[in-house]
């Protein structure tokens, strides 16, 4: 089994920052890649940011430019840099680990931009 734990989601202004941290723990055999997803009200799951364990990234159009995925492969956490919030970026933040192509999900962070 493997766990996955986000923190760091909080309020936050328009054009502020947060950081959003993940790790996955457990029975780690091979992590494939580790990615963050959100949730907003009667909206459906997207993805948001993707860190595949040969470090490459990949973006929703939506945040490119002012999110920065990165991650520790030997710890098997990733982060989430984000920057120039907008109230849009309102959702809840969740975080998976894929091993085996199974799909292992946190429990999620609210992230909420306003004034």
């Known amino acids: 089994q493997v766990q996955v734990v986000e923190s760091g989601g909080g309020l936050v202004q328009p054009g502020g920052s947060l950081r959003l941290s993940c790790a996955a723990s457990?029975?780690?055999?091979?992590?494939?890649?580790m990615g963050w997803y959100r949730q907003a009200p009667a909206k459906e799951r997207e993805m948001v940011a993707i860190y595949t364990g040969g470090r490459k990234t990949y973006y929703a159009e939506s945040v490119k430019g002012r999110f920065t995925i990165s991650g520790d492969n030997a710890k098997n956490t990733v982060y989430l840099q984000m920057n120039s919030l907008k109230p849009e970026d309102t959702a809840v933040y969740y975080c998976?680990?894929?091993?085996?192509?199974?799909?292992?999900w946190g429990q999620g962070t609210q992230v909420i931009v306003s004034s």
């Open positions: 998976k680990a894929v091993q085996f192509s199974r799909n292992y």
């Open positions: 457990g029975t780690i055999l091979g992590i494939d890649y």
